[in-house]
Nanobody
Framework: QVQLVESGGGLVQPGGSLTLSCAAS????????IGWFRQAPGKEREGVSC????????YYAGSVEGRFTISRDNAKNTVYLQMNSLKPEDTAAYYC?????????????????WGQGTQVTVSS
């Protein structure tokens, strides 16, 4: 059974940092892209970042570039999202997703498997 489990969310003050983890298991086919998405109440799901298993290439949304860093630990089947300089507008439920793709994409419809999400709240 395919599972993606996110962890690491929480409440943090503006300017603070959090690291999200996405642990993957149960894949019987190769998946090439792991993406992080977020969704705030009343807003559409937004592609935040992505990393390719083939060459480690990455994608960042303009709103997070320079503040967020995506990385992976293949031995642990885990992908991380280091989030620094957090802003109130980063508040959202964060999801990781896996898909078969030739390059990173921020489009949710390109991903086949999704985790249940972890809440990130940035507030003083």
């Amino acid at each position: 059974q395919v599972q993606l489990v996110e962890s690491g969310g929480g409440l943090v003050q503006p300017g603070g940092s959090l690291t999200l983890s996405c642990a993957a298991s149960g894949f019987t086919t190769d998946y090439s892209a792991i993406g992080w998405f977020r969704q705030a109440p009343g807003k559409e799901r937004e592609g935040v970042s992505c990393i390719m298993s083939s060459d480690g290439s990455t994608y960042y949304a303009g709103s997070v570039e320079g503040r967020f860093t995506i990385s992976r630990d293949n031995a642990k089947n885990t992908v991380y999202l280091q989030m620094n300089s957090l802003k109130p507008e980063d508040t959202a439920a964060y999801y990781c997703a896996a898909g078969i793709a030739t390059m990173c994409t921020p489009l949710p419809e390109e991903y086949d498997y999704w985790g249940q999400g972890t809440q990130v709240t940035v507030s003083s």
